[in-house]
């Protein structure tokens, strides 16, 4: 594709119910990176992937959270019985290479409330 | 640690003037320092980045910055703002001991007033 395409783009959720959040790469893209972003604030790191293989999940606030791709390209980010907390956008972003010198492209990013 | 540090939340700029959007940096080793813009309702976009070689930087949109080891600064500038430039600024350092994760600071907000 064209760009880095999230869906859903707006997400609400009941306190307590599970969201699977989807991640289409640009074609080819061998790294991807999940972010979340708090109102007001960066970007904070989640996981990371190089190809199917999930190289750093540090990032993940809690063992509600899990990502998933399972064929090197498209990317579920799932979170489990969700809490308030857990409201902010999420942001997926890949990049050609791995590499520390080349640039990441971003989705538009799905908005989670929990309510 | 490594981190990011935009120490104004908002600049307040008049079109047609020159902008300054401020990026000092912590990090281990050589730095790799990223600039993005958020525009309401979308996603990141990549401006410009600094790997090695000549300290000012080109990018995007008329976009340039400014690499100052001494000052441990990468400052995001434009001679003549647009009002279309009005967004949310976002500086990042790659973080070389973790996958290259990027690390990035809380963001400042660009208003251009016509």
């Known amino acids: 594709g064209a760009g880095v395409s999230q869906s859903p783009r707006y997400k609400v959720a009941k306190r307590g119910q599970d969201v699977a959040l989807r991640c289409d790469p640009i074609?080819?893209?061998?790294?991807l990176f999940w972010y979340q972003q708090a109102l007001g604030q960066g970007p904070e790191f989640l996981t990371y992937?190089?190809?199917?293989?999930?190289?750093?999940k540090s990032g993940l606030p809690s063992d509600r959270f899990f990502a998933e791709r399972p064929e090197g390209s498209v990317s579920t980010l799932k979170i489990q019985r969700t809490q308030q907390e857990d409201s902010a956008v999420y942001l997926c972003?890949?990049?050609?290479?791995?590499?520390?010198?080349?640039?990441?492209?971003f989705g538009q990013g799905t908005r989670l409330t929990v309510v | 640690a490594q981190s990011v540090a935009q120490p104004e939340d908002q600049v307040n700029v008049a079109e047609g003037n020159p902008l300054t959007v401020k990026c000092t940096y912590s990090?281990?080793?050589?730095?790799?320092l990223f600039w993005y813009v958020q525009y309401p309702n979308r996603g990141l976009q990549f401006l410009l980045k600094?790997?090695?070689?000549d300290n000012l930087v080109k990018g995007s949109y008329g976009f340039e910055a400014e690499f100052n080891k001494s000052q441990t600064s990468f400052h995001l500038k434009k001679p003549s703002a647009l009002v279309s430039d009005s967004a949310l600024y976002f500086c990042?350092?790659?973080?070389?001991?973790?996958?290259?994760?990027?690390?990035w600071g809380a963001g400042t907000k660009l208003i251009i007033k016509p």
């Open positions: 600094y790997i090695t070689g």
């Open positions: 992937f190089q190809n199917e293989a999930q190289l750093d």
């Open positions: 074609s080819g893209h061998v790294s």
């Open positions: 990042a350092v790659r973080d070389m001991r973790s996958n290259y994760q990027l690390i």
């Open positions: 990090v281990s080793g050589n730095p790799y």
């Open positions: 972003a890949s990049s050609l290479l791995q590499g520390p010198n080349t640039e990441a492209f």
